[in-house]
């Protein structure tokens, strides 16, 4: 097996992480699972939202975690990689607008 530093065995890990500080983990589960219940949006919806938010923050966990999840309430390949190309239009207009900002610093200093 090649070693890499993202081990997707380590997924399965994830409701270890109370081991160093319980209280604290028991609390983020509690309302981790309050989050993806259904409510206002469907547990469904919020898988692809959670994909396409995976994706934005680059983590292969939540990628892998979710791609699965996503997948198994019934969203299509095409619907999946629509959110993906959704964050990813967000995350480069985010970048993108920050521009505004070193434009007027520019002209500012070029007065």
């Known amino acids: 097996m090649e070693n ?9 890990k994830f409701p270890n992480v109370g081991e160093f500080q319980k209280e604290l983990a028991d ?3 509690s309302y981790y699972g ?5 409510s206002a949006l469907s547990a469904r919806e919020k898988s692809l939202i959670a994909l396409a ?7 292969p966990y939540c990628i892998d975690a979710y ?3 996503a997948y198994e309430k019934g969203w299509s390949e095409a619907q999946m990689m629509e ?5 990813t239009a967000i995350r480069g207009g985010s970048s993108l607008v920050h521009s505004v900002q070193m434009m007027n610093k520019v002209k500012e200093i070029a007065m």
Do not use: G, I, M, R
Not at 4 to 12: A, G, I, M, Q, V
Not at 34 to 38: I, L, M, P
């Open 53 to 59: 938010v995976a994706h934005t923050v680059q983590c």
């Open 4 to 12: 890499n530093y993202y081990n997707s065995e380590d997924l399965k």
């Open 34 to 38: 309050e989050v993806f219940k259904d």
């Open 67 to 69: 791609s699965s999840d």
């Open 27 to 29: 609390k983020f589960f």
């Open 83 to 87: 959110a993906v190309h959704v964050a």
